[in-house]
Each structure stands twice: as structure tokens, then as C-alpha cells.
């Protein structure tokens, strides 16, 4: 998967919009984070809730991998862009989105 890649799949989502965050694109709904890029353009991190991220990060450690730190701690996971798929990020990117998108339009996105 390309930075392009990631920036298509994140902003396909309902009301999604890139923004910048600390001198790197990030993408949110309601104003919150869901995902970002990094500045190599070879990474990428969504944020899911801990458990998510546990599951993920077990099932494919080559793609997904806790943020160091707290942020990982808090569910800020890595995404080794070299090694995504769509078929694999996508789940995430949705589980990302949803963690931080307001209610109802969570509630009402039919993937």
C-alpha cells in the first residue's frame, strides 16, 4: 500500500477530512483523529482501542504494531504501510473511525 493508498481508504470514509497535525497529515471525523501518516510516507497509524489493538497486532504483527510509548499504550497503533493491503488495513481504518466518529453517523455507516 502507497501514503496515496492510505489517504484514499481513510478519506472514503463518511465525512472523513485531512488535516495536519505536528507537520504530518492526519484524518478525522468530528474533529477527532482516527489515522495519520506519517512523515516517511512508509507508515501510517490508526487509532483503535486497546483491545482492537491487541487483536490486530497478534494476527498480523508484519502490518500492525503499538506506537511506542503511551500513545500505544491508548491504542495509537503503526501500520507498516510495505506490508498493508487494502483487504487488511481496511478493517482497521473502519475500527479506527468508529472508535472516534460521532454516534449516530457511526451507527448509521454500512460498510
Known sequence: M???QFRALA???PEAVEQAHMCHP???VG?????TLWLDLAHGMVKLSPADQAEFCRALPNVFQPVKGAWGKSGCTQVALKSAKKSIL???MVAAWKNVAPAKLADEFKE
Open 31 to 35: 474533529g477527532k483523529i482516527f489515522a
Open 2 to 4: 502507497t501514503a496515496d
Open 90 to 92: 481496511w478493517p482497521a
Open 26 to 28: 492526519d484524518f478525522r
Open 11 to 13: 478519506l472514503s470514509l
